[in-house]
Every structure is written in C-alpha cells, then in structure tokens.
C-alpha cells in the first residue's frame, strides 16, 4: 500500500486499555506455554496498530508541521504515549512471571525478556505525568527549530535550505551563512536554555521517582541496554581520545593546507577542498533512480527492498518550507513498511542520507516479519551500524552520483567518518555531567561543552563568534533535547563500521554475508551479541580501535588530497 493511500485513525485508548487488560489476565491465568503465546501475539496485533498510527501521524507532521490536523494528532499521541507505555509494562511484568519463561523464549528469544526487565525497572504509573510535559517539552523544541527562517541573501530559508551555503566555496558566503545560522540560535539562546533546563529537571525527578540516583542509569535503561553501563562507554570514550583525535587532528590541519589558511575558524570546517566539496551530479529525481540502479546490482536483497520502498511512496526526500529539519528511518508495522524521511539540500548529504537511512530500511525490512515489535529494529547503537555500513557497502556505485569527483568522495567520506567521532564523545560526556549534575546552572553547562570542545577539538575556535565560544553550539543537536544519551550510539556504531570497511577492502563476499545477517536477526539480540554474531570486535574491547586504526590511516595517508 503506497503510503498516501494508507487509512489513519486515532487509536481509542479506552479501547485498547480494555483489551490489552484482558489479554494480560488471560495471560497470567494461562496453563500452558501454547496459551501465553496466543495472548502475546493477540497483544502484539493492538500494539502494532498503536504503533502504526502513532507513525502516520508522527510522518505526516514531520512532512509539513504547520498541518493543523497532524499536529493535534502528535499531541494526542504525546499526550497517550505514556498510558500506553503503562499498559505495556504490566504485559511485560507477566510475561516475566511467566512460569513458562523457557519454553517462550524458544519462540521469542531471550532478548525479549532481558528488555522487558530494563524497560518494567524504568517505567512506572508515578512518572507518566512527568513524561507528558517532557513529550510537550520535545515538541516545543522541534517547533521552534522548524520555524527558523532566516534571512540570507534576499531569500527566508530554513535550516535544512541554508545548509548548502555552509560550505561555500567563497569564505565571505560560507562565513555569512554560518554567522545566520548561529544569529537564529544566540536570539533564542535563553529559550534553548530553558527548554533544556525544564526537561533535564524533569527527567531527574522522573528517575527519583523509580529509585535511581539521578537519570544516567535510567536514560541507559530507557535505550534498552542491556549488556553495557557508563562504565564501558567512558572507556570507549577514552580509547577515542588516545587514538582517534590525533588522527582528526591530522586530517583537520590536511583541511586547512588544502584550503591554504592559516588557521581554520569554525565557519571553514565544513569546506573539505578548495574547488568546493564533492556534490552529486543530479537532482533529487536522478539520485532516486542511481539508488534503483545501486541496490539492483548491489544485490538481489536490496533490490528488492529498494523497489518496494520506491513503488509504495516511502520517501520523503525534499526540504520544504515547515518541514521538520534532519532525517529518520521508522517503520509501519501493519503495512510491514520502512519509511525515510530526509531532507536534500544539494551536497554530499544527499547521497549519505539515501545510503544511511537506507541501511536502517533495509535491516527493518529484512526484519519485518520477527515475531514482536521490540525486534523491528535493534537497540540504537546496533541501528546505526546498518546505516553506517551500508554507506560502505555502497562505495562501488558512488561514481553514479559524483561521477568526476568519485575519489574526492571517498577521501571526503572516509576522512570525516573519522572526525566525527569526538563529536559524539563529546555529546555523551556532556550528557553524563548535565545528568549527575542538573543542578547546574545553564552557564555551566555550556561552560563544560566548552571545555569538552577544547579536549576532543584542541585546534577548535570560536573567536569570531561570542555565542558559541560560551559554549553555545549544542543547542542545535536535537539528540541532546529529545533522546538522552542516543548519541554515543553514532560512535559505537561508527567503529563497527569501520570494521566492515576494513573487511570489505579484503574480502566483500564475506563482509556482505556478515551484514546481511546482521540485518536479518534485527533487534533478536542485544548489541555485545549482535557485534559476535556479524563477526565484529566489540568496541568496549580495550584494543578495538588500536587494531583497526592504523590501516584506516594508511589509506588515508595514501590519498593526494591536495589533487582532489
């Protein structure tokens, strides 16, 4: 079913309430294995319709938010998301005194039940109140990011429209289009600040509320990790820094050789090379049919899935006035459909995005028929290794795109794989002190941004801008606003990756079959298992990224960048 033609209606939870409360007594009182299954998979089907036309709603706002009708409909769903997240943790309390718990996970599999014991411990009927003015808080948010519009040379754009100005190649435009963009957030600086402030303040009193200390566990729990606490991220985070800032360090002062400044101020970063950054050749019409030809030969599986995605009107590509900024993958559960939804702003994001967001469809189409919602897609940092490896995978057809500049491409691509890594140490560290600290005045917080800044980006300066030298630039990560602690996830993710590039170089056969099983147990299995069983190293391995670097590098050193 094309998605324009797929039936909305609010879901009535009195209704759902009532028949989910049936099912889980029935399921209690059940005398045997067979019977429990029945009522799981009965409560399956009101779950999957739920969440099925929470996700039309949540698409079609996304598509245009200034749609009246849709953006009542995400507010209802803000306002009920929370009841129906109470009825589901007393499905998940009697599914864990299942006395049948063996015999169930033969069929379901463990992964389930060791995600119904993190999601019942930070989940209770005390917070849904404080989860409704959080879900208020997130939309407020993303309102307000949605209705920046912004003068620049003559035109309003928004923040996705502005984007391609950001890397001009002539430095007064790229300087002036980034001098717009921080303008929108240093004039709403305060309400950034206090939208902020008011969700951190809530978040810490929803975790009081369960028995945690603060909400740093709880926002673990609440990501589903199951295998993995702050104790293996902070090393992870610390492998980062003794072994991937001295290499973006490198490639940053490579970047400015190429550009032949003295010094890289913050509005030159995203400028790669002095002929401009490489750029798809086509419009968005001719991406989307390189992509058709690209899965096609890739292999039979994403031809597949590509066909069905394109056929069923499953994405949404376009910037458009009072469309939400960004870019997500999700899925629709009754009509078994993935669905991308993008912004193109005419570079290199373009065909990342297709090739990204695409990694995470695929996996969800690959796993659409895995026998409960929770599998749909795995915990987030086990997501993004799909997408990001599938930006590997496609490597071979980026001449379709970038024809001429293939091979700038790959440097371009390959190099800032790399350099965005402290980045997304530095939003997780971040989110560890606001979390143990929230307390903290707004002022301190993003004094300690600064400071982070400083460590993962020594040769970083904002000297020609006062708002984000006072630490000002994560307002504009929705990541840090609306999922807490989604974001060391990207790193996680990005070394895995890596990996499969690595592997790739030596044997693509092997590699494929890796992935493809990776996309095929979905979220089955928790990520430590889901790394073992695509016949990767786990990033918590002390020596992980000391293993892989140095071929990454060679390439990398390998490349005359100044003749791209």
Request: aromatic residues 14%.
């Given at each position: 079913?094309?998605?324009?033609e797929?039936?909305?209606e609010?879901?009535?939870?009195?209704?759902?309430?009532?028949?989910?409360?049936?099912?889980?007594?029935?399921?209690?009182?059940?005398a045997?294995?067979?019977?429990?299954?029945?009522?799981?998979?009965?409560m399956?089907?009101?779950?999957?319709?739920?969440?099925s036309?929470?996700?039309i709603?949540?698409i079609?706002?996304?598509?245009?938010?200034?749609?009246?009708f849709?953006?009542?409909?995400?507010?209802?769903f803000?306002?009920?998301?929370?009841?129906?997240?109470?009825?589901?943790?007393?499905?998940?309390?009697a599914?864990?005194?299942?006395?049948?718990?063996?015999?169930?996970e033969?069929h379901?599999g463990?992964?389930?039940?060791?995600?119904?014991?993190?999601q019942?411990r930070?989940f209770?009927d005390?917070?849904?109140?404080?989860?409704?003015g959080?879900?208020?808080?997130v939309?407020?948010?993303?309102?307000l990011?949605?209705?920046?519009?912004?003068?620049?040379?003559?035109?309003?754009l928004?923040?996705?429209?502005?984007?391609?100005y950001?890397?001009a190649?002539?430095r007064?435009v790229?300087r002036?289009?980034?001098?717009?963009?921080?303008?929108?957030?240093?004039?709403?600086?305060?309400?950034?600040d206090?939208l902020?402030?008011d969700m951190?303040?809530?978040?810490?009193?929803?975790a009081?509320?369960l028995?945690y200390?603060n909400y740093?566990?709880?926002?673990?729990?609440?990501?589903?990790?199951t295998?993995?606490?702050?104790a293996?991220?902070?090393?992870?985070r610390?492998?980062?820094k003794q072994?991937?800032?001295?290499?973006?360090?490198?490639l940053?002062?490579?970047q400015r050789?190429?550009?032949?400044?003295?010094?890289?101020?913050?509005?030159d970063?995203?400028?790669h090379?002095?002929?401009?950054?490489?750029?798809?050749?086509?419009?968005?019409?001719?991406i989307?049919?390189?992509?058709k030809?690209?899965?096609?030969?890739?292999?039979?599986?994403?031809?597949?899935?590509?066909?069905?995605?394109?056929?069923?009107e499953?994405?949404?590509?376009?910037?458009r006035?009072?469309?939400?900024?960004?870019?997500?993958?999700?899925?629709?559960?009754s009509?078994?459909?993935?669905?991308?939804?993008?912004?193109?702003?005419g570079?290199?994001?373009?065909v990342?995005?297709?090739?990204?967001?695409?990694?995470?469809?695929?996996?969800?189409?690959?796993?659409?028929n895995l026998?409960?919602?929770?599998?749909y897609?795995p915990?987030?940092?086990?997501?993004?290794?799909?997408?990001?490896?599938?930006e590997?995978?496609?490597?071979?057809w980026m001449?379709?795109?970038f024809?001429?500049?293939?091979?700038k491409?790959?440097?371009?691509h390959?190099?800032?794989?790399?350099m965005?890594?402290?980045?997304?140490a530095?939003?997780?560290?971040f989110?560890?002190f606001?979390?143990?600290?929230?307390?903290?005045t707004p002022e301190?917080?993003?004094?300690?941004?600064?400071e982070?800044e400083?460590?993962?980006?020594?040769?970083?300066?904002?000297?020609?801008?006062?708002?984000?030298?006072?630490?000002?630039?994560w307002?504009?990560?929705?990541h840090?606003f609306?999922?807490p602690?989604?974001?060391i996830?990207?790193?996680l993710?990005?070394v895995?990756?890596?990996?499969?590039?690595t592997k790739?170089?030596?044997?693509?056969?092997?590699?494929?079959k890796?992935?493809?099983?990776l996309c095929?147990l979905?979220?089955?299995?928790s990520?430590?298992?889901?790394?073992?069983a695509?016949?990767?190293?786990?990033?918590?391995d002390?020596?992980?990224?000391?293993?892989?670097?140095?071929d990454?590098?060679?390439?990398?050193?390998?490349?005359?960048?100044?003749?791209?």
């Amino acid at each position: 079913m094309k998605f324009s033609e797929m039936t909305y209606e609010r879901p009535n939870m009195s209704d759902i309430t009532s028949q989910m409360t049936k099912h889980i007594a029935a399921l209690s009182s059940a005398a045997t294995a067979d019977e429990q299954l029945e009522q799981i998979a009965a409560m399956n089907d009101l779950r999957n319709h739920f969440m099925s036309m929470a996700e039309i709603a949540s698409i079609r706002n996304s598509i245009d938010t200034r749609d009246a009708f849709y953006k009542a409909e995400k507010e209802y769903f803000d306002t009920v998301s929370p009841e129906m997240e109470a009825i589901e943790t007393k499905f998940r309390e009697a599914l864990l005194a299942s006395p049948f718990r063996l015999e169930l996970e033969k069929h379901l599999g463990t992964q389930l039940f060791k995600l119904a014991e993190v999601q019942k411990r930070s989940f209770g009927d005390a917070i849904v109140t404080d989860m409704q003015g959080t879900n208020r808080l997130v939309t407020e948010y993303n309102a307000l990011i949605a209705s920046a519009k912004i003068p620049f040379e003559g035109k309003e754009l928004t923040l996705s429209q502005l984007g391609r100005y950001l890397n001009a190649r002539d430095r007064n435009v790229r300087r002036a289009a980034n001098e717009a963009r921080y303008a929108f957030f240093a004039e709403h600086e305060a309400e950034f600040d206090k939208l902020y402030d008011d969700m951190v303040k809530l978040r810490t009193r929803m975790a009081q509320k369960l028995g945690y200390d603060n909400y740093v566990q709880m926002g673990y729990d609440r990501m589903n990790r199951t295998d993995y606490g702050p104790a293996e991220t902070k090393k992870f985070r610390d492998q980062i820094k003794q072994h991937i800032v001295p290499l973006a360090e490198s490639l940053r002062d490579r970047q400015r050789q190429r550009l032949g400044l003295d010094k890289l101020q913050y509005y030159d970063l995203a400028l790669h090379f002095p002929t401009g950054n490489p750029e798809p050749k086509g419009d968005p019409d001719w991406i989307v049919e390189n992509g058709k030809r690209m899965y096609r030969e890739l292999s039979p599986e994403t031809d597949a899935f590509f066909n069905f995605m394109v056929n069923n009107e499953l994405l949404d590509l376009l910037s458009r006035d009072g469309k939400r900024v960004g870019g997500y993958c999700t899925i629709i559960p009754s009509a078994k459909a993935p669905f991308i939804f993008a912004n193109f702003n005419g570079t290199a994001h373009d065909v990342t995005v297709l090739t990204h967001e695409a990694g995470h469809a695929f996996q969800a189409y690959e796993s659409r028929n895995l026998p409960c919602p929770e599998y749909y897609f795995p915990t987030s940092e086990a997501a993004e290794i799909h997408s990001m490896s599938m930006e590997f995978f496609t490597w071979d057809w980026m001449n379709l795109f970038f024809e001429e500049d293939t091979e700038k491409f790959k440097f371009y691509h390959l190099s800032t794989s790399v350099m965005t890594i402290p980045y997304f140490a530095v939003v997780d560290e971040f989110q560890h002190f606001v979390y143990e600290n929230p307390s903290v005045t707004p002022e301190e917080r993003k004094s300690f941004w600064r400071e982070l800044e400083r460590t993962y980006f020594p040769s970083r300066t904002y000297e020609e801008n006062k708002y984000l030298d006072r630490g000002g630039f994560w307002h504009q990560q929705l990541h840090i606003f609306n999922y807490p602690f989604y974001y060391i996830d990207y790193g996680l993710a990005q070394v895995c990756a890596l990996q499969f590039w690595t592997k790739i170089q030596s044997d693509k056969e092997q590699a494929w079959k890796d992935y493809l099983r990776l996309c095929q147990l979905g979220g089955s299995r928790s990520f430590v298992e889901l790394v073992q069983a695509a016949n990767l190293r786990s990033p918590f391995d002390e020596n992980c990224i000391e293993s892989m670097i140095g071929d990454i590098a060679s390439w990398l050193h390998s490349i005359d960048d100044k003749s791209l």
